[in-house]
């Protein structure tokens, strides 16, 4: 028996969707969303968003699908079955290497969300925006406290990854997934009914075209690049438990979808309260730990129970997205490990979770605890975020897609694509073009951009 065919692989359609929205939907659409769309006309930007989702999202995430079903390997070993020992086969250990990075300092930012969960239950947050900005401030340059919430968050991450790919993932992705619609729902209708509400959904559903330039498309190129975890190894490793029935195509838009829908219900939920209580929606990547705290304690000033109980949701909320996103990004290094080293599962994982939580502990002190971890004035996190996020991503997107455009074998590409000619082909044309030409010149404008090139 192969490799391929002992293989683990998801028990179900439901299972695949879940388990790789679950990836795609994270802290990007819940916090980076909102604020984004804020700063770049509401509705305008939405609109650009949508279309740079189905036009530069679904073409890289159905690459990936490809060679992750094709290999049926971790993300590394799958890229070297397509390259053999040419030079391309690196782009998949550098989609490993990203992953684990990410896996590192986005634990931090996880364990935020369980500090503001315990003050949400407590009445810490409680106080008016200066109090909660220096509550953040305090809480993020303690040397101690969020490495343990860090450490926690990767421990629950772990628990879930031993326990295997239907078992763990699949069955943890079913549970948080719904869980994590429906928390989302119930803060949406409690915001819509906030006083002055709808002033926030007239913001964010009548688009101001006057915001419209060259940054707001490549802010909407790279929202939607990110938003859909591409190059960071997830959806290629996930794809290696996809089983040859599955429509990559199909699952691929669903995903899209999903991701969309979740966006625009943050901006649903953001927007109303924000516009409820006078505070700008455009408020920046402080939105969420800082904002909203802020609003959600005015927005309900007469219902102080009330608005402690929106705040909880809220912070359980952010905390399933980055665990569902967490536990994607854990399995792309626990399957390298596990099959380069070939060792246990439970080896490989726990490899990964002390490591990443090793290199969360450094990042987190960066931010205030010790300022010796920093680097011409910029803290260990910050830099790990600008490697990944703005250098390690956008190569890699940009190197899968010529991989996958121009040298692999366009006969594999096909079958792949159509299940072997069971079904439909006749986007195929549609999405080679994308992945040759389109989705490389977007990647390559949106990477540029973030260096300051222009």
Not at 19 to 31: D, E, H, K, M, P
Not at 101 to 125: A, Q
Request: hydrophobic letters at 50%.
């Amino acid at each position: 028996m192969t490799h391929s065919e002992k293989r683990a692989s998801f028990g179900s359609k439901l299972g695949i969707i879940l388990a790789t929205a679950g990836s795609a939907v994270g802290l990007g659409n819940v916090w980076r969303f909102p604020y984004m769309a804020g700063e770049n006309g509401g509705a305008a930007f939405i609109i650009v968003y949508v279309v740079c989702v189905f036009l530069l999202g679904i073409p890289c995430m159905v690459s990936e699908f490809i060679i992750g079903r094709h290999g049926a390997a971790n993300t590394a070993r799958a890229y070297s079955k397509l390259a053999g020992h040419t030079p391309w086969r690196l782009v998949g250990f550098l989609g490993v290497l990203t992953g684990f990075l990410i896996t590192g300092y986005y634990s931090v930012v996880s364990g935020w969300c369980l500090e503001y969960v315990v003050g949400s239950v407590t009445g810490s947050m409680d106080g008016n925006a200066d109090y909660i900005r220096q509550y953040f401030k305090d809480f993020s340059a303690n040397p101690w406290k969020p490495v343990v919430w860090s450490f926690l968050f990767l421990i629950i991450t772990h628990l879930v990854i031993v326990r295997g790919v239907r078992n763990g993932i699949e069955r943890a992705s079913k549970l948080l997934m719904p869980t994590l619609f429906v928390l989302l729902l119930m803060i949406v209708v409690a915001s819509c009914m906030l006083p002055g509400a709808s002033n926030g959904i007239d913001f964010l559903f009548h688009p101001d075209f006057s915001k419209m330039n060259s940054e707001v498309f490549l802010g909407a190129l790279g929202q939607s690049f990110y938003s859909m975890s591409i190059a960071m190894g997830c959806i290629c490793t996930y794809a290696s438990y996809f089983t040859r029935h599955t429509n990559l195509a199909k699952s691929a838009f669903q995903i899209s979808i999903i991701d969309c829908v979740v966006a625009i219900l943050a901006g649903l939920m953001i927007f109303p309260a924000a516009f409820s209580v006078g505070i700008s929606p455009d408020s920046g990547p402080s939105l969420v730990f800082v904002t909203l705290p802020n609003i959600f304690h005015q927005a309900f000033a007469t219902m102080p129970i009330i608005g402690q109980i929106v705040a909880l949701l809220f912070f359980v909320l952010l905390g399933l997205a980055a665990l569902t996103s967490l536990i994607s990004l854990h399995e792309v290094s626990t399957a390298f490990f596990q099959e380069e080293l070939h060792i246990s599962r439970g080896k490989a994982a726990t490899i990964v979770t002390v490591t990443c939580g090793i290199i969360g502990m450094f990042c987190s002190w960066s931010l205030g605890a010790f300022d010796g971890l920093q680097l011409f004035g910029t803290s260990l996190f910050d830099i790990f975020d600008f490697v990944t996020g703005q250098i390690f991503l956008p190569i890699g997107g940009f190197l899968t897609c010529l991989f996958i455009g121009w040298y692999v074998p366009k006969k594999i590409v096909h079958d792949e694509f159509t299940n072997w000619g069971t079904v439909s082909g006749a986007l195929f044309g549609i999405y080679l073009f994308c992945v040759r030409i389109v989705c490389p010149i977007c990647i390559l404008l949106v990477f540029l951009h973030q260096l300051k090139v222009f």
